[in-house]
Each structure stands twice: as structure tokens, then as C-alpha cells.
């Protein structure tokens, strides 16, 4: 891929965008609310959960909270 070894800044609002993202920062009014991997923030972070769920459904088990988008 052209972009390995390059940082790539994504803006987004769509969870299955930014799943596929190394790191995840979740915005909320300007502020930063939250960190880190899709994984991290579904256990650890309100509001991201509540955007992928509102788009995606609730994750499925065997696929470890991502579903195919």
C-alpha cells in the first residue's frame, strides 16, 4: 500500500471507517473523550459504543466486537 511507513490523519463519522484505524480519537463538543483501538474504546468509551451500535448494531461475539461493514 502506498501509505505504509506514513501517518494518515482520517476524519470520520462513521464507525466502520474508523474501526480499520490503528488509533481512534473520539471527539465529543471539540474535546477529546476518548483513545485508542476499536476494542478499547467498545469496552472503555460511552460514546464511541454508542455511535458503532447506532450504525452497526450491536457487535457480534465470535468476531470479537467488529462486524463487517
Given at each position: 500500500?502506498?501509505?505504509?511507513g506514513k501517518t ?30 476499536h476494542a478499547e ?28 461493514a
Amino acid at each position: 500500500m502506498f501509505l505504509r511507513g506514513k501517518t494518515q490523519i482520517i476524519v470520520t463519522q462513521r464507525a466502520a471507517t474508523a474501526m480499520r484505524c490503528d488509533i481512534i480519537y473520539v471527539l465529543d463538543r471539540g474535546k477529546v473523550v476518548g483513545s485508542g483501538t476499536h476494542a478499547e474504546l467498545m469496552e472503555n468509551c460511552p460514546i464511541y459504543r454508542e455511535i458503532y451500535v447506532s450504525q452497526l448494531g450491536e457487535p457480534t461475539s465470535e468476531k470479537g466486537g467488529e462486524q463487517d461493514a
